[in-house]
């Protein structure tokens, strides 16, 4: 796999059969209305395919499916040894169809072969095998009671859950949604965001290959407005799972209220703080600083936006740093070489140019980037940007603005770090550079976020629990943890005579 070279992924490109339906009841299902959406190619803006664009009625009726496999018990009462097999066969699937789902996931969110191939895929199947794995090793509770009586607390599925996911790992979120709600149980609904759809409905259809009964899984293709609203309010839906950004998680927040108060768990966006200390391991940490905001275009919730740096290393570190950049220029996707791609839509490049105009008028340094490149391709591909000289109450200091943007920012004490850090309303991702145990871990512990790093950026895996604090969501995906999303505790009490 590692092997091809881009000649051979080019290939491979152009004899792609994409399958832009929706999966409902185990079926590639057009929508009822017939509409359908084009599915673009970020790289080159040009379509991939035309996907199904669900309404209402498809929503209505694939939670009619859901509820009825749940009441059955086909899954939700299936003895988690035998519902281990099927999520296990579901990884070996994914994993055999590698290749090709690596090149959907690239050509539909635009990015790099090598990410795909080394990233998503794996990390997707892992998700499925661990969390398949691990169902039938997690035991249930018997309560500290006293003589004549029993209390036994057990967990249990939610029921029907519909997953809402974003564009930027649309087959990791998809993956790590799907693998701890499947696994205790619970019949799911995916709308996949609109942009990004594809490698979710192939791989819908490889888990009813694994022998996931009809109804169990469904994959909903259509506008976050209407159909995404439309599952948030819906009154038989009994958990709601989100990855994306924090006002959209608001809203749905609101969605629940107004409705059923459905479980609703979200994982939303991040201003993440990058520490460096001048007793740190400093080419270390330039090569870090630079893939933490550049890998995925920037486009990553826990993206290390804000590098806070010991003002006496400043100059020393920023040198390296943008040295680092410049082999973070975009390239060809399917180039095994490239490790930038595009901005997923017009849109966000636009987004991304009106965030570096006001960095500008901010008055911010900019010491790298700042413009489009590969105009010619068709593609909405930034220059990789760093911005000297910020202060942590300028806009590119403070909002999430989802591409390769990086801010600066000096601190001269520990503590003066650490505030600058925790000064945000997002408390995602973060790390801390430096060889002195001591400080690592004190400033580690200080700086409110879900994952903290020391000496590393974007470290963890499926074994650890990820979210976030503050607005940057209350769920936790991945790990045991992640379990707790999709289950209720229910006790039952027995007294004996
Ligand atoms: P987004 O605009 O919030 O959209 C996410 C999903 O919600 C999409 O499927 C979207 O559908 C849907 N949606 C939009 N409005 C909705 C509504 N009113 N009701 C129901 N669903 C609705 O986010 P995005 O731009 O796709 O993704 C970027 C954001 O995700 C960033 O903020 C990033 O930090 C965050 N993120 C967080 C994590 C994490 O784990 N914490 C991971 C990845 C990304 P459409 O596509 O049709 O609009």
Redesign the pocket.
């Known amino acids: 796999m590692l092997d091809k070279t881009v000649t051979d992924w080019q290939a491979a490109a152009a004899e792609l059969d994409i399958e832009g339906r929706a999966f409902i009841n185990g079926q590639a299902t057009d929508a009822l209305s017939g509409e359908t959406r084009p599915c673009i190619n970020p790289s080159t803006g040009v379509k991939l395919a035309d996907v199904a664009s669900c309404g209402a009625e498809d929503a209505d009726l694939a939670v009619q499916n859901a509820r009825k496999i749940f009441d059955d018990g086909a899954w939700s009462a299936m003895a988690p040894a035998d519902r281990k097999m099927v999520l296990v066969r579901w990884a070996e699937l994914i994993e055999e169809h590698a290749d090709e789902i690596a090149l959907l996931e690239c050509l539909d969110v635009g990015k790099p072969i090598s990410d795909t191939t080394g990233g998503d895929v794996p990390s997707a199947v892992r998700t499925i095998r661990w969390s398949g794995e691990a169902i039938d090793k997690v035991y249930d509770e018997i309560s500290p009671t006293g003589p004549g009586s029993l209390a036994l607390v057990q967990r249990l599925p939610l029921g029907v859950v519909t997953a809402?996911?974003?564009?930027?790992?649309p087959l990791s979120?998809t993956a790590?949604k799907f693998a701890p709600s499947l696994a205790t149980g619970n019949s799911v609904i995916l709308?996949?965001?609109?942009?990004?759809p594809l490698t979710a409905i192939h791989i819908a259809g490889l888990a009813a290959e694994a022998g996931l009964p009809d109804g169990v899984l469904q994959v909903l293709?259509?506008?976050?407005?209407s159909?995404?609203?439309?599952?948030?309010t819906h009154m038989d839906i009994d958990g709601l799972t989100?990855?994306?950004?924090?006002?959209?998680?608001k809203?749905?927040m609101e969605?629940s209220g107004q409705s059923n108060l459905k479980r609703t768990f979200?994982?939303?966006?991040?201003k993440s703080p990058n520490i460096v200390f001048a007793d740190a391991n400093l080419k270390k940490a330039a090569n870090s600083a630079a893939a933490a905001v550049f890998y995925n275009g920037g486009?990553?919730?826990?993206?290390g936006t804000r590098l806070i740096v010991e003002e006496s290393i400043e100059d020393e570190l920023l040198k390296m740093v943008v040295d680092r950049a410049r082999r973070w220029m975009p390239g060809n996707l399917l180039d095994p070489a490239t490790r930038m791609g595009p901005m997923?839509d017009k849109g966000?490049f636009d987004t991304v140019a009106d965030y570096v105009d006001i960095g500008r008028n901010e008055g911010a340094e900019l010491l790298f980037g700042g413009g489009q490149v590969l105009a010619e391709t068709g593609g909405f591909f930034h220059e990789p940007t760093i911005f000297a000289g910020v202060t942590n109450d300028m806009r590119i200091a403070r909002e999430?603005i989802?591409g390769p943007v990086m801010s600066v920012l000096t601190f001269t004490t520990a503590e003066q770090a650490v505030e600058i850090a925790n000064d945000s309303i997002y408390g995602?991702a973060g790390a801390v550079w430096s060889n002195n145990i001591n400080t690592a871990h004190k400033v580690a512990a200080a700086v409110r976020v879900?994952t903290m790093g020391i000496n590393n950026y974007f470290g963890g895996d499926i074994t650890v629990p990820?979210?976030?604090f503050k607005q940057?969501?209350n769920g936790r995906?991945k790990s045991i943890h992640a379990f707790n999303d999709y289950t209720e505790l229910k006790t039952t009490w027995i007294e004996f005579d």
């Open positions: 809402i996911v974003p564009w930027n790992f979120t790590w709308k996949p965001a609109s942009n990004t293709p259509g506008p976050g407005g159909l995404g609203r439309h599952l948030a989100f990855t994306g950004s924090t006002p959209v998680g809203q749905l969605y979200l994982e939303l966006g991040g486009q990553t919730c826990t993206a997923i966000q999430e989802f995602l879900g990820f979210g976030g940057s969501g995906d």
